[in-house]
């Protein structure tokens, strides 16, 4: 599976990439050689913790670079009238009968709680290039599913402050 990528998610990718190998790689190797010296380490509880804290940095670095390596580049081909990439959305939720307004953004950038969801997820899916008027499906799994119907289509762009998740 590839992941969808616009360019400047993969640059700040590779920022994210650069700075955990120049900055926290470093302060890690430190932090463990320090715990390492207050002795037994069978029962050092700042080693075990450094030593984690540096596998927890060099996964991220392996985690970003596969992600980068598989990426597939994206850039946002919707019309002016339907919803596409980063555009804000505002769909009725029939079930709930309520509006919710959610932002489009790729995998990297979702984060549900902010009201940005990834183009990949069951409901980006189902509203990605539909239009104003539009009823559609949101299918949760091979049972369920809701119906939502498209209020607003707000076109945007891509924002810089829309960071990474973990960056």
Known sequence: MYDELTRNDILKMQE????RKIVVRKEALEAVKEARAHGDL????????????????????????RM???ARIIEDSSAADEAGLFN????YIEDDEEEETYKLVTTVRGNSVQGRISIESPLG???????VGDRVYVKI??????????????????DESDTLRNF
């Open 42 to 65: 069978s029962e050092n509880f700042e080693y075990h913790a450094a030593k984690k804290d540096k596998n927890k940095n060099e996964s991220r670095i392996r985690y970003l670079e």
């Open 141 to 158: 799994n091979e049972k369920n599913g809701y119906y939502a119907v498209i209020r607003k289509i707000e076109k945007t762009t891509e």
């Open 125 to 131: 899916k189902a509203i990605l290039g539909h239009r």
């Open 88 to 91: 804000t959305i505002t769909l």
């Open 68 to 70: 980068i390596k598989t």
């Open 16 to 19: 994210e990439i650069e700075y």
